[in-house]
């Protein structure tokens, strides 16, 4: 069974940084292209970075670009999403997902609960 479990969202201030992580099994974790997504509060998924299998290719939705970072751990099963210089149009739940989701994005079963990222004064 696929399970995905997201952790590290919190609240925090505008320009502030969080650490995303990711805990995934149930599927062979280093084979799989990896993305992250997100949710803005009455809004619909929005695509933020993916990253190959290997780690090497990562890609980012302009929005994120420069101030987000997507990383892996295949010996840990591990997905991260450093996010710095945050902003309050960041603030959503964040999902990670099985997949290369840069042109189209359709949460899946396997999805986790996500993480809720908050950034406000």
């Known amino acids: 069974e696929v399970r995905l479990v997201e952790s590290g969202g919190d609240l925090v201030q505008p320009g502030g940084s969080l650490r995303l992580s990711c805990e995934a099994s149930?599927?062979?974790?280093?084979?799989?292209?990896m993305s992250w997504v997100r949710q803005a509060p009455g809004k619909g998924l929005e695509w933020v970075s993916t990253i190959s299998n290997a780690g090497v290719a990562t890609y980012y939705a302009d929005s994120v670009k420069g101030r987000f970072t997507i990383s892996r751990d295949n010996a840990k099963n591990t997905l991260y999403l450093q996010m710095n210089s945050l902003r309050p149009e960041d603030t959503a739940v964040y999902y990670c997902?099985?997949?290369?989701?840069?042109?189209?994005?359709?949460?899946?079963?396997?999805w986790g609960q996500g993480t809720q990222v908050t950034v406000s004064s």
């Open positions: 149930g599927f062979t974790f280093s084979r799989m292209i």
């Open positions: 997902a099985p997949g290369d989701l840069r042109y189209s994005v359709t949460k899946g079963d396997s």
